[in-house]
């Protein structure tokens, strides 16, 4: 006869709550994230870190915004923020919000403002 099965947890919760070790919001160097941020490895990843936090440093060679590692990863932004805050706290990555483009010396853009002006005269 075997052992009586664990019942599944569907919802993921149980996976979530095991990679954060219980913690349900990220450190206080984790508390200015937004899914705009801009993540980067400042280092390779060692052996004994927890799967996805190498996962985390490996894709994050060059800078990679918290959405599009979320999306990467498949984790939600809070569970993913509590990660991140290991890392930031560890030194291994480092958060840097974006540059938007008049600062970069682009500036924006004038032959689109031109064309939204111009549908919106027309409205």
Known sequence: MSA????????????????TQGR?????SAAG???????V???????????EHEEIIRRCREPLSVAELGAHLGLPFN???????DLLDAGRVEARDPIPAHVA???????????????????
């Open 4 to 19: 009586p099965r664990r019942p599944v947890d569907p919802s993921g919760l149980e996976r979530y709550y095991v990679l």
């Open 24 to 28: 349900s919001g990220p450190g206080e």
């Open 33 to 39: 994230l937004d899914v705009a941020t801009l993540v």
């Open 41 to 51: 490895s400042r280092s390779a990843p060692v052996p004994g870190l927890q799967h």
């Open 79 to 85: 569970i993913l923020a509590v990660l991140l805050s």
């Open 105 to 123: 010396g682009r500036g924006p853009d004038l032959a689109l403002l031109e064309e939204v002006l111009s549908g919106l005269e027309r409205l």
